[in-house]
């Protein structure tokens, strides 16, 4: 597993790793079904780890017992991650079975910044401006192309949407954002529901939304 932090020993067994709203076009709600990561409207960075749960011994109940000791036993550890005074690095937002039908649990969990993500999952993240990317040391050049005509961001396009908000990830996963998808990066695309599927690779995928 890496650096990523299990739950729990049941967790490692039964799930393992891993919301984000909006799009290029209207976004049609559906209940997280697959591994996701969702910036709220106010920020927030969510991440869903589903799996199967499908024996008759498995118990809901149980499950979130355990998230929630495993999360406890981590924030103690690295509550350095975290400078707000009584902030603390993940809260485990709700454990259920999946809305969708199927035999799956959802485990959701709040991730108090992307450093705090990347510790725990082991996943590269990166969340703000563009400019803020691109004085961090991504190369955003020439990497997205806009959703509505395909046009490639370099140049005076570039420049022109470094105020823009961009997610940079490693995991492969669905994303939901908050507002408007305006360009990706060639390995991702829309999906039926108007989320962006990143589950091609684990290579660094981009996505840049108003």
């Known amino acids: 597993m890496g650096k ?3 739950i729990s020993l049941f967790l490692v067994i039964v799930l393992s ?8 076009k209207e976004t049609i709600y559906v209940p ?21 749960f499908d024996k008759e011994y498995y118990d809901i109940q149980e499950l979130a017992a355990m998230a929630e000791t495993e999360i406890n036993e981590y924030n103690t550890e ?18 259920i ?6 035999k799956n649990a959802v485990v959701a969990l709040k991730f108090y910044n992307t450093a705090v993500y990347e510790d725990y999952m082991g996943r590269q993240l990166f969340h703000g401006t563009v400019e803020e990317a691109i004085i961090a040391g991504y190369d955003i050049d020439k990497k997205l192309s806009k959703v ?17 908000k961009i997610l940079i990830l490693e ?8 507002q408007t998808i305006q360009f990706l990066s060639s390995n991702t695309k829309m999906d039926d529901y108007g ?15 108003k």
Do not use: H, W
Request: some cysteine; proline content about 3%.
């Open 4 to 6: 990523k932090k299990a």
């Open 17 to 24: 790793a891993l919301f984000i709203t909006g799009c290029s």
């Open 32 to 52: 997280v079904a697959s591994n996701t990561i969702e910036i709220t409207e106010n920020g927030e960075i969510v991440g869903y780890i589903v799996e199967p």
């Open 78 to 95: 690295k509550k350095t991650l975290v400078k707000e005074a009584g902030g603390v690095p993940v809260v485990v937002d709700k454990v």
């Open 97 to 102: 079975m999946a809305e969708d039908g199927s």
């Open 148 to 164: 509505k005509g395909g046009d490639l961001l370099t140049g005076d396009l570039l420049q022109k949407n470094k105020d823009k």
């Open 171 to 178: 995991a492969a996963v669905s994303v939901r954002l908050p």
């Open 195 to 209: 989320y962006v599927d990143c589950t091609a690779n684990e290579e660094l995928k981009y996505i840049i939304y």
